[in-house]
């Protein structure tokens, strides 16, 4: 199918995106990598009338580290990330979903914000923001504002951006000797999009792990933690017994929908086999 007419305009900076999106939020669409907005303008999900491109927005472009967090701009793009030492060496969880995401040709347009601003349920990077107590950093027609992940995702493609603004970059808290990560997805074919996955980071303290947190994919309209699961995991020696209870509380925390690859009940299942696997590689020193 072809898209419904739409003009488009390449932003020439941040305000002059913001200008032009503020004509009429409702009817525009922000333009990153393309890579899932213009199949839904393909497939007529989405109409706007005008697209604002800003791949010219070189602020959006860089990677720093500033109080502790590394910033990463919206626009770099998923390959980028995949290939950066700073994203390998401070957001190791970042560096160990990226692959999994679609196949190098998508990830070389694909881009970090395009991926948390679209927020598909099923997807790598908003559940590893999740995971990492990220934050979004956002630019509207009032200013600029810092949002935390817990906060940011509120529902199926629904996150805390308003349809007047531009997500500029994620922060990610940068990984310390004591952090732990996890990471493990079931997906149909290397590159689709995950059945199940789930994300998770902690912090090492002596025999025990703090600040655990498991974020899961797949499992519903938004990544969701499983709150229940982290308690048995946190604060005590990882043992079979730990992780036992781990995967039992998981059944109330959650309940996802049974869709075209799975029923709920194979869901559940995949979710508590790859939560043994997460809570083994959070004992295990960072790569
Ligand atoms: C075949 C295929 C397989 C894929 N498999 C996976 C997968 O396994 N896992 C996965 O996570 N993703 C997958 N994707 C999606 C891919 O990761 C996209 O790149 C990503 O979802 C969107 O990023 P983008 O930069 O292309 O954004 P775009 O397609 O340009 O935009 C997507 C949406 O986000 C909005 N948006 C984009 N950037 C901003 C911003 N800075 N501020 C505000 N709004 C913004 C747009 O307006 C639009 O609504 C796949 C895509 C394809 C085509």
Do not use: W
């Amino acid at each position: 199918m072809k898209p419904a007419p739409f003009a488009y305009t390449r932003a020439r900076s941040l305000d002059h995106a913001i200008e032009l999106i503020s004509k009429d939020p409702e009817s525009t669409k922000v333009l990153a990598g393309g890579q899932s907005l213009i199949a839904t303008l393909n497939m007529r999900l989405s109409a706007p009338t005008l697209l604002v491109d800003i791949n010219g927005l070189t602020a959006l472009k860089e990677i720093s580290q500033t109080d502790g967090y590394l910033e990463v701009g919206a626009l770099i793009r998923q390959r980028e990330a995949e290939r950066s030492p700073d994203i390998a060496r401070y957001a190791p969880l970042f560096a160990r979903a990226l692959p999994h995401i679609a196949h190098p040709a998508i990830r070389n347009r694909g881009t970090i914000g395009g991926s948390i601003a679209y927020a598909d349920p099923a997807a790598e990077l908003p559940a590893c923001l999740l995971a990492l107590d990220g934050e979004a950093e956002i630019a509207g027609p009032a200013g600029r504002r810092t949002i935390k992940a817990d906060g940011f995702f509120k529902g199926l493609f629904e996150t805390a951006l308003t349809a007047s603004d531009v997500l500029t970059a994620i922060r990610l808290p940068i990984a310390t000797p004591d952090s732990r990560i996890g990471f493990a997805e079931l997906a149909r074919r290397h590159g689709d999009y995950a059945v199940v996955g789930v994300a998770a980071s902690a912090r090492k303290d002596g025999y025990v792990l703090r600040d655990v947190r498991l974020a899961f994919f797949g499992v519903g309209t938004m990544p969701t933690r499983a709150r229940k699961a982290e308690a048995e995991i946190a604060g005590r020696a990882i043992d079979q017994d730990r992780i036992d209870a781990a995967t039992a509380a998981l059944a109330h925390d959650l309940d996802p929908a049974s869709d075209v690859h799975a029923s709920s009940a194979a869901k559940k299942h995949l979710a508590a086999v790859l939560l043994k696997r997460v809570a083994l590689q959070l004992v295990e020193p960072m790569p």
